[in-house]
């Protein structure tokens, strides 16, 4: 169950990601590469690197939803909902990424991969950890929640009602 629920969420991965492309608005351009990235955080936490799809998951949901504020709020078409194209420069782009497909196709099928040596980790998640922070991992615990802090806060303070709602303006 969990290979073809995997299989699921990649294709629907794919699919999305090629719906950024094809959808005619900013805001739905949007929406599909959310839903493309929770396909991608939903495979990872079916390939039990939980904190990783999590983490993808919460990353994805916040920044695309301040991308889509940011649309409502500046946009010249009133939330990004007005018909556009997505696309831009189709030669060079297909030139490019047809290059860059063959490329890639190139080294996967030409370069002599290396056998793997030993076995992976009991805990891959705190491996990684351990692998990118080394001894700062409770340093940066603390700078994340105090980063969050400080999001939460400028959040509060810009409400039009401020810091203190005065209620009777």
Request: overall charge neutral.
């Amino acid at each position: 169950m969990r290979t073809v629920v995997f299989w699921v969420l990649a294709l629907a991965a794919v699919g999305f990601g090629v719906a950024v492309f094809r959808v005619d608005s900013m805001a739905r351009a949007t929406f599909a590469l959310l839903a493309s990235f929770l396909c991608v955080g939903g495979t990872m936490v079916l390939l039990d690197l939980h904190y990783l799809g999590v983490l993808v998951v919460l990353m994805m949901i916040m920044e695309m939803m301040v991308m889509a504020v940011f649309m409502i709020m500046y946009m010249m078409n009133p939330a990004g909902l007005m018909p556009m194209s997505m696309l831009h420069n189709r030669r060079g782009a297909l030139i490019i990424s047809g290059a860059v497909l063959v490329a890639l196709v190139a080294g996967v099928w030409t370069v002599d991969w290396p056998e793997r040596a030993g076995r992976p980790p009991g805990d891959p998640t705190r491996a990684l950890g351990e692998a990118v922070m080394g001894a700062q991992m409770p340093v940066m615990i603390v700078v994340g929640v105090a980063i969050l802090a400080t999001m939460v806060s400028a959040v509060v303070l810009a409400t039009d009602r401020g810091r203190y709602d005065g209620g009777d303006r």
